[in-house]
């Protein structure tokens, strides 16, 4: 079974940047397409982006478009969160997920979860 490791989380200022990593190990990432999702304080968990197999592909929620950018290295069966101007409402637990295929798959029904890692964004 494939599991993924997240870290990377931390306390930072608004305004600044963190780089989340999430690691896979038992089997290659090379078939799946990551997700990363969050889950804030009281709310319902939400998809942030999504990276295709090859990494050719991304998407990302509004909310973060321009500020985040998601890359994958599969020779490391990593995946990568590049975070910037970080605001309080980027405050979540933060999920890398995977599912086996293309990134039309990518979404709340993934094959495999992270156990999640903590940004928290404030002054």
């Known amino acids: 079974q494939l599991q993924l490791v997240e870290s990377g989380g931390g306390s930072v200022q608004p305004g600044g940047s963190l780089r989340l990593s999430c690691v896979a190990s038992?089997?290659?990432?090379?078939?799946?397409?990551i997700g990363w999702f969050r889950q804030a304080p009281g709310k319902e968990r939400e998809e942030v982006s999504c990276?295709?197999?090859?990494?050719?592909?991304?998407k990302y929620a509004d909310s973060v478009k321009g500020r985040f950018t998601f890359t994958r290295d599969n020779s490391e069966n990593t995946v990568y969160l590049h975070m910037s101007s970080l605001k309080p409402e980027d405050t979540a637990v933060y999920y890398c997920?995977?599912?086996?295929?293309?990134?039309?798959?990518?979404?709340?029904?993934?094959?495999?979860w992270g156990k999640g890692t903590l940004v928290t964004v404030s002054s």
């Open positions: 038992r089997f290659s990432l090379d078939y799946y397409t």
């Open positions: 997920a995977a599912a086996a295929g293309l990134i039309s798959l990518c979404g709340p029904n993934m094959d495999y």
């Open positions: 990276i295709s197999r090859s990494g050719g592909s991304t």
